[in-house]
């Protein structure tokens, strides 16, 4: 209702039909018409507005961009431990576990957030020694493989995968198939082609792990195989010329140089090698 309509209302002759009634105000009307037009220019404002100190807000904002900024150092600061060619390493985990990693293989992990999960990336060749604790899980291209505390082996390279188990028991996933199997001691698993497990049982385990003492054992191994083991022992480059079908079944020793083992697993199979400089050879 608007100021006029109001002040038609209150001064319309009409309103002397009411009876009068004795309020006993002190203020007359004239003043009490101003009032009323006052309040109605100036309404009473609800409730009131708090604003925050801009240097506040700026230190708020400094202080979440920290936390996040320090969390995220945190969980993904990586440390990567290299086995090159021709070497081996073993390597200290937090918890006091220890993997040793044959010749051309890495390991990588997140150490301050090992504690919250114990989970390591493998590729290549490891011996692992897990204490006992929360799950520990290794990652590799074509599998996962998830322990309590246990031993066991694991081989992971291009397109070969596998896992044996020593003590414990030891879970291996594989990615193709979304399939797992559960390995107690002395129990070899390995992903197929088409990604399927291929469960073994009664392996020879002490042969699978040969390499720690710088023995290689072979049974019906593709050549191409074998000589890639023997680059990555001596640190050397082997141009193959021969039949990739070839298949080898023997051992060698570090002990032996590398022509010594070139020349042993050659003449089994018929072939022949010359070295074009001290770490390259081809093979006929």
């Given at each position: 209702m608007t100021k006029a309509l109001i002040k038609e209302f209150i001064e319309n002759e009409n309103m002397g039909q009411f009876p009068e009634i004795d309020l006993n105000y002190t203020v007359s009307k004239e003043e009490a018409w101003n009032n009323l037009m006052t309040r109605m220019d100036n309404p009473i404002k609800s409730g009131r507005k708090i604003s925050m100190n801009p240097v506040f807000r700026l230190a708020l904002a400094a202080s979440f961009l920290l936390l996040v900024g320090v969390t995220s150092f945190f969980r993904f600061y990586t440390k990567t431990f290299v086995s090159k060619a021709g070497e081996h390493l073993t390597c200290a985990l937090p918890d006091d576990s220890y993997v040793e990693l044959n010749a051309g293989s890495s390991l990588l992990y997140h150490p301050f957030w090992f504690n919250v999960s114990r989970t390591v990336d493998l590729q290549g060749e490891a011996f692992f020694q897990v204490t006992h604790g929360n799950q520990f899980k290794v990652?590799?291209?074509?599998?996962?493989?998830?322990?309590?505390?246990?031993?066991?082996?694991?081989?992971?390279?291009?397109?070969?995968?596998?896992?044996?188990?020593?003590?414990?028991?030891?879970?291996?996933?594989?990615?193709?198939?979304?399939?797992?199997?559960?390995?107690?001691?002395?129990?070899?698993?390995?992903?197929?082609?088409?990604?399927?497990?291929?469960?073994?049982?009664?392996?020879?385990?002490?042969?699978?792990?040969?390499?720690?003492?710088?023995?290689?054992?072979?049974t019906g191994a593709s050549v191409t195989s074998v000589l890639q083991e023997i680059e990555r022992q001596y640190n050397i480059k082997i141009q193959f010329k021969g039949n990739p079908g070839l298949t080898y079944t023997g051992n060698f020793s570090k002990t032996l140089s590398e022509k010594e083992v070139l020349d042993l697993v050659c003449t089994s199979l018929g072939l022949t090698f010359e070295s074009s400089s001290k770490t390259e050879f081809r093979i006929n």
């Open positions: 990652h590799s291209d074509l599998g996962e493989t998830t322990v309590l505390g246990t031993s066991f082996n694991i081989f992971s390279r291009e397109n070969d995968y596998n896992v044996t188990c020593f003590t414990g028991k030891v879970q291996v996933l594989s990615f193709a198939k979304n399939e797992s199997v559960l390995l107690y001691p002395n129990e070899q698993v390995y992903i197929g082609k088409e990604g399927s497990l291929h469960l073994i049982h009664e392996v020879k385990s002490p042969a699978v792990i040969s390499w720690r003492d710088n023995n290689f054992f072979f």
